[in-house]
C-alpha cells in the first residue's frame, strides 16, 4: 500500500519512528506547525498538497493520512480522491 502522509513537522520525530517501522511505503509531507493560529491558511496549504499528491506527484497513494487535531476546524471541507484518514482527535 502507499500512503500520503500529510503532517504537522510538531510530530515530526514519532512521525518518521513510525513510518520506519510501517510495512507500508509511506511518503510524508510536514507542515510547519505554527500555521495552525490561521485555520484558513492550514486549510488551503494542506488542500494544496493533497492536490499536487494526487495530481503532480505521478504516483498512485491509495490513501492520505492526516497528522493534525482540529487546528481550529481546518480540515472541514477537504476532500480527497482516495480514502482520507483523519484521527479524530483535538488540540
Known sequence: MLIKFICCDVFTRIACALVA???HIVDIDFVPMLIHDDPKKLNN????KIEKSMNESGRKY???ILGFGLCGNSV????CPVPM???RAHD
Open 76 to 79: 472541514i471541507g477537504l476532500s
Open 45 to 48: 496549504l494542506i488542500k494544496e
Open 62 to 64: 491509495d490513501a492520505v
Open 85 to 87: 484518514i483523519i484521527p
Open 21 to 23: 517501522e510501517s510495512p
